[in-house]
């Protein structure tokens, strides 16, 4: 457990009290990683078990004995438990024993004709898995080699990052250069639309005043006519339309 | 001066006849250090024998031995009375 220091929030009457000693400290009651041992990888198994002869007495056992008996130690201690135990009737002989002795015979029997054979079985078997989990070791090696490859391909390309910031500005440059031609554009378009309208107020202005002018100029002339004018330009212009006519008849 | 080796910490085939009586004595003999003793011994003979890569016929034939004495020893009352001789 580690005590945290007070919190900040706590009330004032709790920070007003003397701080305790272990703040900071690391309270525990086992050390650790004091020594190199590791859990793995572990130890591999041994090859072969522990010597058994006859299949029933460890090696070892002659082993103890082969300093003070030799080699025939054992045997002879075999030969003469076996007699005491049969003379004794410690070991008796009954129906029970001639059973065995068959029962024996055939599994004896069938070790040494069957047992290469199913042990090779077993071997292979072992083999099969030893393979796959070797293989499997291998292929998860295989897997974090390419990611180290992959990492270093990408340590590489990150390298080229100035020439994407590069580009990321030009792209920016053209952009806010694009928006103020746009704007610019606008702006003028605006401006010319405003001045066009004073131009054409004016020239409207000027066009009806002409007009009224004309208008008015015309009213009064028309106005000025007396009827007497008017009948005199009348019979003036048919007399002119009359000697228009005769000059063109004696033109044809 | 060799380094002096407690009593309790010697195996038992270290052990002088003499001091068998004080070394059985000094073994924990509670429920505990039984199972623990226990576990000890059919862990040895496991990682002997049965837990490597060849294992042989051994192994497992050394225990069938030890039941068969076994189950003689226990049935050995009832076998008794199948002896040829009343007197060895």
């Given amino acids: ?252 | 001066l060799p380094a002096a080796v407690l009593l309790k910490d010697t195996k038992l085939m270290d052990v002088k006849l003499g001091q068998l009586g004080s070394w059985l004595a000094m073994r924990d003999f509670t429920p505990g250090g039984i199972m623990g003793a226990m576990r000890r011994g059919y862990d040895r003979y496991y990682n002997k024998y049965i837990n490597v890569r060849k294992g042989g016929l051994g192994g497992f034939s050394m225990v069938l031995a030890g039941y068969i004495v076994l189950s003689y020893m226990w049935s050995y009352s009832h076998v008794k009375h199948d002896r040829r001789r009343k007197y060895h």
């Fill in chain 1, 1 to 252: 457990r580690v005590l945290c220091p007070l919190v900040p929030s706590a009330p004032a009457a709790l920070r007003a009290l003397p701080r305790p000693v272990a703040v900071g400290v690391l309270h525990t009651t086992r050390p650790l990683h004091t020594s190199q041992q590791s859990l793995a990888p572990v130890p591999p198994l041994p090859e072969k078990g522990g010597e058994v002869r006859h299949g029933l007495i460890p090696e070892e056992f002659f082993q103890f004995l082969y300093p003070k008996t030799g080699v025939t130690g054992p045997y002879m201690l075999g030969t003469g438990l076996l007699l005491y135990l049969l003379s004794k009737e410690i070991y008796v002989i009954n129906h029970e024993t001639a059973a065995a002795a068959c029962i024996l015979t055939v599994i004896i029997y069938g070790i040494k004709k069957f047992g290469p054979q199913v042990a090779a079985f077993a071997d292979k078997l072992n083999e099969e898995k030893m393979a796959a989990a070797v293989a499997l070791k291998n292929e998860s090696i295989q897997a974090l080699q390419n990611a180290i490859e992959e990492e270093k391909k990408e340590q590489w390309r990150a390298e080229g990052r100035n020439y994407l910031f590069d580009a990321k500005r030009n792209n920016i440059a053209m952009l806010l250069e694009t928006n103020y031609r746009e704007r610019l554009l606008m702006v003028y378009n605006e401006v010319k639309k405003r001045l066009d309208y004073q131009v054409a107020m004016q020239n409207l202005k000027q066009q009806k005043e002409q007009e009224y002018m004309i208008q008015w100029v015309e009213k009064n002339v028309v106005q000025s006519i007396t009827p007497q004018q008017q009948k005199e330009s009348i019979a003036k212009c048919i007399m002119d339309l009359k000697a228009l006519s005769k000059s063109a008849h004696a033109a044809v």
